[in-house]
């Protein structure tokens, strides 16, 4: 197979020799966008070359975009990203991309089909079963993973610009596209101490006291426990990647973090450990338990057990309703409402910055800044007047 690199003004171009055409018997070259640098163009052609040789390449027209993101985009990213991030990709890429809009040449995408899909899946794109619109924050992030391959399909002169760059997703509103639904202190102490006697008791009390995250939680080992000094180190979590539980590095370098506990919680810490190891004894299990939180054989916990478990729980409870995930909100918002400052919540959290945790609970300050202007004029004026 031959090629060339060529240059045309400002750009090089990787072309390709393709044959002779039938009709003209003329030879037929394909012209590759390739960049602003020779370099690049050649690496452009060496992998253009490389895929006639191994019997993969077709001419850039005659590629789907479902071909594309299947064939070529998805397995040259599955070394370079998390396990869990691939799963998603394959997963939107086979549920919503292919069965909607993967027949569209690659080149022949425009971005009034982005939109009109995106529109689609705001209103009938559910695939469980139950209909209805996918969240508005869903839809952001399918349209993330096209314009991500759409970029790396451009750079290497599969297409001449990145339709998705001009396509419009939905907006997302600040704070999140899900309602919120937190309990109060006195709501989280019953329940609490209604479930005392079950055996999820104390991966939910770890949970509501620190706001880990489900992950998280399942995830952490006793080796970053540590009792006498009442605190934990968030180092990885337990992911459910492609049904299995997996486990995996925190979201990111902010999750990785230190958290201080209270002395209730290391009690009920060393009370659970105390159990691990007599029940480990009974049954003549051997081998270092490395997970806080394991099934009887000492392996983990699938996350989507652990939300199971909680929405058995919730049925059986006489409580208001709330997600697992809520616990953390519950969380964040105790500590908000107590006068715990922006940032503490935020590193304990493991949050990007405060701004951020300002963001996602900005339903609490309200109520914090009439507090804090009733204590301005009580510590100047002294009792607040009244008209």
């Not at 691990?276 to 916990?301: A, C, Y």
């Not at 908000?336 to 959290?349: Q, T």
């Amino acid at each position: 197979m031959r090629g060339h690199v060529a240059r045309k003004g400002n750009r090089y171009y990787a072309v390709v020799y393709e044959g002779f055409d039938p009709a003209t018997g003329q030879e037929r070259h394909r012209w590759h966008a390739a960049g602003a640098t020779r370099k690049g163009a050649e690496k452009v052609l060496g992998e253009l070359i490389k895929r006639m040789h191994d019997g993969d390449y077709r001419a850039p027209d005659r590629i789907t975009l479902g071909d594309y993101l299947l064939e070529r985009w998805l397995p040259t990213k599955q070394a370079q990203i998390r396990p869990s991030t691939y799963s998603s990709y394959r997963n939107n890429v086979i549920t919503h991309v292919v069965p909607r809009i993967g027949s569209i040449p690659l080149q022949k995408l425009q971005p009034e089909d982005l939109d009109t899909f995106y529109a689609h899946l705001l209103r009938d794109g559910r695939r469980n079963g139950a209909g209805g619109g996918l969240a508005p924050k869903t839809v952001r992030i399918i349209h993330g993973i096209i314009r991500k391959a759409l970029a790396d399909a451009l750079r290497k002169g599969s297409v001449t610009r990145n339709v998705a760059d001009l396509a419009d997703p939905p907006k997302v509103r600040l704070g999140g596209s899900r309602t919120m639904t937190v309990w109060s202190a006195d709501e989280l102490r019953d329940f609490l101490a209604s479930i005392e006697d079950s055996e999820w008791y104390v991966p939910i009390f770890l949970a509501a006291n620190t706001g880990m995250r489900r992950g998280e939680v399942l995830g952490l080992t006793w080796h970053n426990v540590d009792l006498d000094s009442a605190r934990l180190v968030v180092s990885q979590q337990i992911l459910s990647v492609e049904y299995a539980a997996t486990v995996a590095d925190v979201k990111t370098a902010h999750s990785r973090r230190t958290i201080d506990l209270d002395p209730r919680t290391v009690a009920v810490l060393r009370a659970w450990r105390r159990h691990q190891l007599e029940q480990k004894m009974s049954t003549g299990r051997r081998g270092d338990d490395e997970f806080v939180f394991t099934h009887p054989d000492g392996g983990p916990i699938h996350p989507d057990f652990f939300s199971q478990s909680w929405q058995r729980l919730m049925r059986n409870s006489e409580h208001r309703r709330i997600r697992l995930h809520d616990l953390r909100h519950t969380h964040a918002t105790i500590l908000l409402k107590a006068g715990v400052p922006v940032k503490v919540v935020s590193e304990r959290l493991g949050h990007s910055s405060p701004a951020f945790t300002i963001t996602v609970y900005q339903h609490v300050l309200p109520g914090m800044q009439a507090d804090a202007a009733a204590a301005f004029s009580a510590a100047v004026f002294g009792t607040a007047s009244t008209s």
